[in-house]
């Protein structure tokens, strides 16, 4: 799977670099700073080439850093990155500028910024959080499994915001859900239950050392996100909160 997407004038300057045409190299440099394996469609390939058939079968089949994918929506419009994006697998959209898709609602990492291997997005106490519960929750949607790692996990108050964070966002009710925390089993047995309650029967609870600090989503064993002040502080802004996103 691709991890991210490209806008217009990145995949244009990046076909221009691949095929030895006249590029702007500060774009690229910065682009290879932040690149990933990224999606490309059948309409992109038709916008970026509408004359060469033969460059058109090399896009689809032999260029090693992107996906081919087909779609029915137009190149660029808002309703093509919402389906790209939920098909890429960090779904997060590289950007030229920071101007860029300023007014939109993605999760974006712009090229211009210093480099990094992951994502990282930092939120001051009082600030609110729902565009980091919208992206988290982007991740999880299509997972088979995934496990949350924080000793506070217990709190009836925590697993009442998680499961209707869950609810809310139409989480499918035949995913697997394991939850690691600090408590023993007589309060694992009334959070399974609850859980049970609202449909999602493939729960598990597993009790870890109370020293354990780190507090991790895991999506499908493959994506770890990193929640420093833990599962509470996503749902609750008196606190400090950053959630740091890294492939296994």
Not at 53 to 73: A, H, M
Not at 130 to 155: F, G, P, Q, R, V
Not at 156 to 165: P, R
């Amino acid at each position: 799977m691709s991890y991210i997407v490209l806008e217009e004038s990145l995949i244009n300057e990046f076909f221009k670099f691949y095929y030895k045409d006249e590029y702007d190299e500060k774009i690229i440099l910065n682009l290879f700073n932040h690149f990933k394996p990224f999606l490309i469609t059948n309409k992109q390939i038709e916008k970026i080439f509408p004359n060469d058939e033969i460059l058109q079968k090399i896009l689809s089949t032999q260029i090693p850093y992107c996906e081919y994918i087909d779609t029915d929506n137009e190149p660029y419009s808002d309703e093509f990155y919402k389906e790209m994006l939920e098909k890429s697998k960090y779904k997060i959209l590289l950007k030229k500028h920071h101007s860029s898709f300023s007014s939109l609602n993605y999760h974006t990492i712009c090229i211009e910024d210093n480099p990094t291997h992951i994502y990282a997005k930092k939120f001051e106490s009082s600030e609110k959080r729902d565009n980091a519960k919208k992206h988290i929750i982007s991740l999880i949607k299509n997972a088979d499994e995934i496990t949350i790692i924080d000793k506070y996990l217990y709190n009836d108050t925590v697993i009442d915001n998680l499961l209707s964070w869950f609810i809310s966002n139409d989480l499918k009710k035949d995913i697997t859900i394991n939850l690691q925390n600090g408590e023993q089993e007589l309060q694992q047995t009334h959070i399974k239950q609850k859980f049970k309650k609202q449909g999602y029967d493939d729960i598990t609870c597993k009790t870890i050392d109370k020293n354990t600090h780190d507090r991790y989503i895991i999506i499908d064993k493959k994506i770890s996100i990193n929640l420093t002040s833990g599962v509470a502080y996503l749902f609750n802004n008196k606190k400090d909160f950053t959630y740091i996103i890294s492939e296994k």
